[in-house]
């Protein structure tokens, strides 16, 4: 652990960036259900998946997934805002 994560000033900074992402990551519960619902609907008028729902969807399952490993202190690195939107591993889009 380095001296900046003992400090109690950055203890207190990390908790209030932690409540931050709490919310984001209880608001977004309502965006995984739109997506849900969007694409339930795309699939039972086209008959499949729209492919850029499928993507957006990854990479925000991604950005959930970054939320909970800073909340967990698995990583210090800050999610979306404070770092870039989550890309695909494979192409890196």
Same mark, same amino acid.
């Given at each position: 652990?380095s001296?900046?994560?003992?400090?109690p000033?950055s203890?207190?900074?990390t908790a209030?960036?932690m /409540?931050l992402f709490?919310?984001?990551?209880t608001?977004t519960?309502?965006?995984?259900?739109g997506?849900g619902?969007l694409?339930f !609907?795309? +699939?039972?008028l086209?008959g499949?998946?729209?492919?850029?729902?499928? +993507?957006?969807?990854l990479r925000f399952?991604r950005?959930?997934?970054?939320?909970?490993q800073y /909340?967990?202190?698995?990583?210090? /690195?800050?999610?979306?805002?404070?770092?870039?939107?989550?890309q695909? !591993?494979?192409?890196? +889009?």
């Open positions: 652990m001296e900046d994560d003992q400090n000033d203890l207190l900074l209030l960036y /409540i709490y919310l984001i990551f608001l519960s309502y965006v995984l259900i997506i619902v694409q !609907a795309v +699939r039972l086209s499949g998946p729209q492919p850029e729902l499928q +993507r957006f969807g399952g950005y959930l997934m970054q939320i909970v /909340i967990s202190m698995q990583t210090n /690195i800050k999610p979306y805002p404070f770092s870039e939107w989550p695909d !591993a494979e192409n890196g +889009r």
